[in-house]
């Protein structure tokens, strides 16, 4: 059976590129720079912020930009204007919980941008059993060996899993692990054209369709003897 659904953050749990492209672009004014094309940011989008930045800015200073990015980001964090996960959402990781399956995240985020999601007072604290992110993991995605971690440390077969995103690289970390993956449209941004479907089992156009997905894969994989 499937025992474990791992979810991305960015476009998934919750809907967040048009909130990182104006905390970014917030950032480059304080630092005054020219603020980026959004096209420039879709572009980009999924790749490790400092990954990103300095093709969204060329020349930037990144460590100025990363120590200002951080306190902007507790800033819209506290606002509400980033990381807000839908009522909707958080039902659909409690099915998940009172069906008996394990929750994690996977991000390929830094460990300051999810530091607040860490806290033992967030709504996720009880609902997630583990937040798997670039402080903890050595490798990123589209890499398979993303969740390593997870695994050794869970020791869950990759083939009892499903990883949810929103991105081609999502797809082809999760079907590289030997893991379903369901492509989560919801943001708008990406296209099922856009994925290899070789490793897509499933594509939902909202988060909370997830659940109907998973236990639809499932009753597939205890109907057969594998994938």
Same mark, same amino acid.
């Given at each position: 059976?499937?025992?474990?659904?791992?979810?991305?953050?960015?476009?998934?749990?919750?809907?967040?590129?048009?909130?990182?492209?104006?905390?970014?672009?917030?950032?480059?004014?304080?630092?005054?720079?020219?603020?980026?094309?959004?096209?420039?940011?879709?572009?980009?989008?999924?790749?490790?912020?400092?990954?990103?930045?300095?093709?969204?800015?060329?020349?930037?200073?990144?460590?100025?930009?990363?120590?200002?990015?951080?306190?902007?980001?507790? %800033?819209? #964090?506290?606002? +509400?204007?980033?990381?807000?996960?839908?009522?909707?959402?958080?039902? !659909?990781?409690?099915? $998940? /919980?009172?069906?008996?399956?394990?929750?994690?995240?996977?991000?390929?985020?830094?460990?300051?941008?999810?530091?607040?999601?860490?806290?033992?007072?967030?709504?996720?604290?009880?609902?997630?059993?583990?937040?798997?992110?670039?402080?903890?993991?050595?490798?990123?995605?589209?890499?398979?060996?993303?969740?390593?971690?997870?695994?050794?440390?869970?020791?869950?077969?990759?083939? %009892?899993? #499903?990883?949810? +995103?929103?991105?081609?690289?999502?797809?082809?970390?999760?079907?590289? !692990?030997?893991?379903? $993956? /369901?492509?989560?449209?919801?943001?708008?941004?990406?296209?099922?054209?856009?994925?290899?479907?070789?490793?897509?089992?499933?594509?939902?156009?909202?988060?909370?369709?997830?659940?109907?997905?998973?236990?639809?894969?499932?009753?597939?994989?205890?109907?057969?003897?594998?994938?």
């Amino acid at each position: 059976m499937i025992r474990a659904v791992i979810v991305d953050v960015d476009d998934t749990l919750c809907l967040t590129q048009a909130a990182a492209f104006a905390l970014e672009n917030e950032v480059l004014a304080q630092m005054g720079r020219p603020t980026m094309p959004r096209a420039l940011h879709l572009a980009t989008w999924g790749e490790p912020l400092l990954d990103a930045m300095p093709k969204r800015s060329p020349g930037l200073d990144l460590a100025r930009f990363a120590a200002l990015h951080q306190r902007a980001l507790r %800033q819209h #964090v506290a606002d +509400g204007r980033l990381d807000v996960i839908p009522p909707e959402n958080l039902r !659909a990781l409690d099915e $998940f /919980v009172l069906a008996g399956r394990a929750v994690f995240l996977l991000t390929s985020r830094a460990e300051d941008e999810v530091r607040h999601m860490l806290e033992p007072d967030h709504v996720l604290a009880e609902r997630v059993n583990g937040i798997y992110h670039a402080g903890n993991t050595r490798f990123r995605k589209p890499d398979p060996r993303a969740f390593d971690e997870l695994l050794a440390t869970t020791g869950i077969p990759p083939q %009892q899993c #499903v990883y949810v +995103g929103d991105s081609p690289g999502d797809a082809v970390a999760a079907g590289g !692990a030997g893991m379903y $993956f /369901v492509g989560c449209l919801q943001s708008g941004v990406r296209k099922p054209a856009d994925f290899d479907r070789r490793y897509v089992d499933a594509f939902v156009d909202t988060f909370p369709d997830i659940v109907d997905v998973v236990h639809r894969l499932d009753q597939d994989s205890l109907s057969t003897s594998g994938r």
